[in-house]
């Protein structure tokens, strides 16, 4: 008992305030260690720019354990229990300091990290936001320069096909009209023949109306005393005539008895002029029986008055011509013509 009762030695005052240093020390050291990682995170600016690769946290450097040295006693000092205690406590709360510290930056690290890698996430699904809006955009220009071409190729399509249909309307409008000229100019010449046609007719009327009062026509009608003289001239050259038949038949019979006496002679010759002869009388003999039928009509002519007419251009024949020839029919210039 009386040596536990025995008390320790203290330490001189001045090394008493050892612990104090390395507390402060320890302090200090915390300290830049928090204000290490906290300037850390500045240096990741370049994260906007990553669109493509993962943004990839910094590696911080592990936190150094703070832990409270003892400071060595100096030799020969005495510590009392009291001291010793504080001491103890003093570390103790360091100790607690330190890792409430460390559990701090633990935590601000996590959070750091955590809101790197959400600015990464955002900055990635941006950058895939805005990829996927320039893509679409592309697209949609792209459809749009596609609608716009197929518009215009429509569009030419149907301005072709409209000046197609212009050009064929146009050539069948053209076919029309020449058609329709044709038409006209046909309808035109059949029109005009038509009139000249009216007009041979109406002329032809004309000439054989002309030519029916000229055939009907009695050019000295109402002319008695011409009529009369006319007439007894044809009444004696029918005589004449009818007398110059009769004579002429009785030599032609004459003859055929001489030439049947002759048939027995010897001559030959004779008998051939005979013939002849005979056959040159009965020719004379129709003459002039003709001649009296031109006569009979002469005379009926003479009746109606119509006697004096040309029986070729229905003109007159003139006065002396028919007084010197009878009977006579046509004009000097038709009988000329014949």
Not at 32 to 36: E, G, Y
């Given at each position: 008992m009386p040596t536990s009762a025995k008390p320790a030695k203290k330490a001189p005052a001045k090394k008493a305030t050892a612990p104090k240093a390395v507390a402060k020390k320890t302090v200090a050291k915390k300290a830049?260690?928090?204000?290490?990682p906290a300037k850390a995170p500045a240096k990741k600016a370049p994260a906007k720019?990553?669109?493509?690769?993962?943004?990839?946290?910094?590696?911080?450097?592990?936190?150094k354990k703070v832990v409270a040295k003892k400071s060595p006693a100096p030799k020969g000092a005495v510590i009392?229990?009291?001291?010793?205690?504080?001491?103890?406590?003093?570390?103790?709360?360091?100790?607690?300091?330190?890792?409430?510290?460390?559990?701090?930056?633990k935590e601000k690290e996590a959070k750091t990290k955590a809101a790197a890698k959400a600015k990464a996430a955002a900055d990635k699904a941006k950058a895939t936001a805005a990829a996927k809006a320039l893509k679409e955009k592309a697209a949609k220009a792209k459809a749009q320069a596609r609608e716009k071409e197929i518009q215009r190729?429509?569009?030419?399509?149907?301005?072709?096909?409209a000046k197609k249909q212009r050009e064929i309307e146009a050539k069948r409008k053209a076919i029309e009209a020449e058609k329709m000229r044709k038409q006209r100019e046909i309808e035109r010449r059949n029109e005009e023949e038509r009139k000249r046609q009216e007009r041979r007719e109406?002329?032809?009327?004309?000439?054989?109306?002309?030519?029916?009062?000229?055939?009907?026509s009695k050019p000295y009608e109402g002319d008695t005393a011409f009529f009369d003289e006319v007439r007894t001239l044809l009444l004696e050259a029918r005589e004449t005539t009818l007398a110059q038949i009769a004579v002429?038949?009785?030599e032609a019979d004459e003859m055929l008895v001489d030439r049947e006496h002759l048939e027995f002679s010897d001559d030959e010759g004779s008998g051939a002029a005979g013939d002849l002869q005979r056959d040159q009388l009965?020719?004379?003999?129709?003459?002039?029986?003709?001649?009296?039928?031109?006569?009979e009509v002469a005379l009926r002519r003479v009746e109606d008055q119509s006697y004096g007419r040309c029986d070729e251009c229905y003109?007159?024949?003139?006065?002396?011509?028919?007084?010197?020839?009878?009977?006579?029919?046509?004009?000097?210039?038709?009988?000329?013509?014949?």
């Open positions: 830049a260690t928090k204000a290490a720019k990553v669109a493509v690769k993962k943004s990839m946290p910094a590696k911080k450097a592990p936190a009392s229990p009291a001291q010793k205690a504080a001491a103890a406590k003093k570390a103790a709360a360091d100790k607690a300091k330190a890792v409430a510290a460390a559990k701090a930056l190729k429509a569009r030419e399509k149907a301005a072709a096909e109406a002329e032809e009327r004309k000439r054989q109306e002309a030519l029916e009062r000229k055939m009907h002429g038949e009785d009965k020719d004379f003999v129709g003459a002039l029986k003709l001649k009296v039928e031109e006569i003109e007159a024949i003139s006065k002396p011509r028919l007084l010197a020839q009878l009977p006579v029919f046509t004009c000097v210039s038709c009988r000329a013509s014949v």
